[in-house]
């Protein structure tokens, strides 16, 4: 089945606590990229990747960092994490064009 | 900036209702725009569209773009309860397709 697999679906964790969220796509897209989905602010773009080591900033970038070693995986990782990172992430991914993202089915984080 | 808005914010109606939801843009560089339903989890993909008067059509689902005036509007008719969800819209800027930008969603519920 294609599909966009993010682990872990649910996490908490501490302030400062380094993490990171997996993404594994099986559709040999492209581009990738992860968004974050706050209530009234809708979705907006962390990074985004247009293909192995190829990756650049969306909206809102800081605090996170991302890598594109393969094709298929396209992790997110908070290195010091802060409440206001709390929050529920997408990882994504499509073809070129102007299509729409094939999403994943969320990771949750609270950072307390 | 890049901004899409949505309208109205939520919207309460009961089965067989027909609603219109209206998703307004201001971007450089546009490309497509897309709809998405959110129930529980991830978007899913629900039309794309890219040119201006050229209705969209999935069962009780239909959509149409103003490119002149920066619209789009997306109609449910007979509304039945699994409508109820968020729906996003989003806009695909940049020559590359890899930019989206989301609008705030339209939160609809659906009484029996």
């Known amino acids: 089945e294609a599909q966009v697999t993010q682990n872990p679906r649910y996490l908490i964790t501490v302030t400062g606590k380094k993490l990171t969220v997996t993404c594994s796509q099986n559709?040999?897209?492209?581009?990738m990229s992860w968004y974050r989905q706050d209530p009234g602010l809708g979705l907006r773009q962390i990074y985004y990747?247009?293909?192995?080591?190829?990756?650049d900033k969306g909206d809102v970038p800081e605090g996170y960092k991302v890598s594109r070693k393969e094709k298929r995986n396209f992790p997110l990782i908070l290195e010091s994490p802060s409440p206001n990172q709390t929050s529920l992430y997408f990882c994504?991914?499509?073809?070129?064009?102007?299509?729409?993202?094939?999403f994943g089915s969320g990771t949750r984080l609270t950072v307390v | 900036e890049d901004k899409v808005v949505q309208s109205p914010l939520s919207l309460v109606v009961h089965e067989g209702d027909t609603v219109t939801l209206n998703c307004s843009y201001e971007?450089?560089?546009?490309?497509?725009l897309l709809w998405y339903k959110q129930e529980k989890k991830a978007p899913t993909f629900l039309f794309m569209l890219t040119s201006s008067g050229i209705e969209k059509k999935s069962g009780r689902l239909s959509s149409i773009l103003d490119k002149k005036e920066l619209f789009s509007i997306l109609n449910i008719t007979a509304t039945q309860t699994g409508d109820s969800a968020i729906y996003l819209c989003?806009?695909?800027?940049?020559?590359?397709?890899?930019?989206?930008?989301f609008g705030g969603g339209t939160r609809l519920m659906v009484k029996p």
């Open positions: 971007v450089t560089n546009f490309r497509s």
């Open positions: 989003a806009v695909v800027i940049g020559n590359a397709g890899n930019m989206l930008t």
């Open positions: 990747s247009m293909n192995v080591e190829v990756t």
């Open positions: 559709m040999n897209h492209e581009y």
């Open positions: 994504a991914s499509k073809n070129r064009g102007w299509s729409g993202y094939t």
